[in-house]
């Protein structure tokens, strides 16, 4: 069974950082892309940013380019998501989600599971 269960989340000041962790199960890192992706209240679901272990890749929306790192550790099968210098307007639930295949991808569409979300929460 696929499983992906994100932790981490809370409340932090802006300028502040804080880390989000994404196990998987059910699947290896090796095979599959990993997004993140982040819904605001009212606000439609967005790619954040994906890392690739099989192409050795990542990519970033623009909103998060040197604030926000992506990373894993495939021994053990985790995503990890630093977010530094955050921002009021980063506030959102966030999602991980293992790719279709295992190329990285900006689109909902290429993402066939998804974890239950953490909250970010960033105050001014």
């Known amino acids: 069974e696929v499983q992906l269960v994100e932790s981490g989340g809370g409340l932090v000041q802006a300028g502040g950082s804080l880390r989000l962790s994404c196990a998987a199960s059910?699947?290896?890192?090796?095979?599959?892309?990993i997004g993140w992706f982040r819904q605001a209240p009212g606000k439609e679901r967005e790619w954040v940013l994906c890392i690739s272990s099989k192409e050795g890749r990542t990519n970033y929306a623009d909103s998060v380019k040197g604030r926000f790192t992506i990373s894993s550790d495939n021994a053990k099968n985790t995503v990890y998501l630093q977010m530094n210098s955050l921002k009021p307007e980063d506030t959102a639930v966030y999602y991980c989600a293992a790719g279709i295949d295992y190329y990285c991808a900006g689109f909902r569409r290429d993402y066939g599971f998804w974890g239950q979300g953490t909250q970010v929460t960033v105050s001014s």
């Open positions: 059910g699947f290896t890192l090796d095979d599959y892309a």
